[in-house]
């Protein structure tokens, strides 16, 4: 059964940091590209990150590219999302995805795996 695991959110200020996992297991995902995405209240969930299967090629949604770092562990078939300076503004609840091509897209029907989400809440 193949199952990713998100974990590492959390309540923090504004300004601070948190560093989320991603842990897949039931199969390998070295060949796939891995993708974060996140959904605030109210909103659709939209595109965060995503880090091709080689870990060569980063693409990141413009309003976290200087703030968020996004990174995989292929031998240990993990992925991993740094935030920095979080503001409010990305309180939401995140999910790791690996996607069928190798490398990612922000379009989320491209990533038949999901996580059941880890959330992050930034407060003022």
């Known amino acids: 059964q193949v199952q990713l695991v998100e974990s590492g959110g959390g309540l923090v200020q504004a300004g601070n940091s948190l560093r989320l996992s991603c842990a897949a297991s039931g199969r390998a995902f070295s060949g796939n590209a891995m993708g974060w995405f996140r959904q605030a209240p109210g909103k659709e969930r939209e595109f965060v990150a995503t880090v091709s299967a080689n870990g060569g090629n980063r693409y990141y949604l413009n309003s976290v590219k200087d703030r968020f770092t996004i990174s995989r562990d292929n031998a240990k078939n993990t992925a991993n999302l740094q935030m920095n300076n979080l503001k409010p503004d990305d309180t939401a609840v995140y999910y790791c995805?690996?996607?069928?091509?190798?490398?990612?897209?922000?379009?989320?029907?491209?990533?038949?795996?999901w996580g059941q989400g880890t959330r992050v809440t930034v407060s003022t």
């Open positions: 995805a690996a996607s069928s091509p190798a490398v990612g897209t922000a379009t989320p029907n491209e990533y038949p795996y």
